[in-house]
T-cell receptor, first 114, second 113 residues
Framework: GAGVSQSPSNKVTEKGKDVELRCDPI?????LYWYRQRLGQGLEFLIY????????KSGLPSDRFSAERTGESVSTLTIQRTQQEDSAVYLC????????????FGSGTRLTVV | DAKTTQPTSMDCAEGRAANLPCNHS???????VYWYRQIHSQGPQYIIH???NNETNEMASLIITEDRKSSTLILPHATLRDTAVYYC??????????????FGKGTKLSVIP
């Protein structure tokens, strides 16, 4: 597609439920990032995928968070047993490589845990 | 550690140049400076990036000091649609082929009619 696509755009879930967020990167982009942005705050790095290399999971806040990516295509971010502090906008970005390229962000998924 | 320092907010008159400063005094020789902006309720938008030379594109110009410890993003003719939070980011190599963009709090630019 022309840009990074994220779905759903909005998600309201009950505390304790699991949620799955999806990111479709730009075709051919080998690098994919997940970020979290709480209301009024900056972006927090969560996880990074580069091609078939092992992902950089150093930003995941707890073991309730996990992400997968199949090859260089779709990625899913899963949050298990959601808590109210998980409420945030979850942003995905993709890039064409490890060089000095720009990173294209999606519009994000706004997650609200009630 | 965002590695950058920016003013919290700035105002600019519509039609005038907006000059947004950023300090990155601990930048390493191979680390790039990126600028992004975020308009309310949207994902960050890439503006420009550079290593040590000044850069210009259709959106903006990036001026990097010779010692690379600071830079300035210039929007030559600011419009109301340029009102946004502007992030200055140093892209850091975090090992094993992984690069990270670490976002700070950015500068809230308000373009005034």
């Amino acid at each position: 597609g022309a840009g990074v696509s994220q779905s759903p755009s909005n998600k309201v879930t009950e505390k304790g439920k699991d949620v799955e967020l999806r990111c479709d990167p730009i075709s051919g982009h080998t690098a994919l990032y997940w970020y979290r942005q709480r209301l009024g705050q900056g972006l927090e790095f969560l996880i990074y995928f580069q091609g078939n290399s092992a992902p950089d999971k150093s930003g995941l806040p707890s073991d309730r968070f996990s992400a997968e990516r199949t090859g260089e295509s779709v990625s899913t971010l899963t949050i298990q047993r959601t808590q109210q502090e998980d409420s945030a906008v979850y942003l995905c970005a993709s890039s064409s490589g490890q060089g000095s390229y720009g990173y294209t962000f999606g519009s994000g998924t706004r997650l609200t845990v009630v | 550690d965002a590695k950058t320092t920016q003013p919290t907010s700035m105002d600019c008159a519509e039609g005038r140049a907006a000059n947004l400063p950023c300090n990155h005094s601990t930048i390493s020789g191979n680390e790039y400076v990126y600028w992004y902006r975020q308009i309310h309720s949207q994902g960050p938008q890439y503006i420009i990036h550079g290593l040590k030379n000044n850069e210009t594109n259709e959106m903006a110009s990036l001026i990097i000091t010779e010692d690379r410890k600071s830079s300035t993003l210039i929007l030559p003719h600011a419009t109301l649609r340029d009102t946004a939070v502007y992030y200055c980011i140093v892209r850091v190599y975090s090992g094993a082929g992984s690069y990270q963009l670490t976002f700070g709090k950015g500068t809230k630019l308000s373009v005034i009619p």
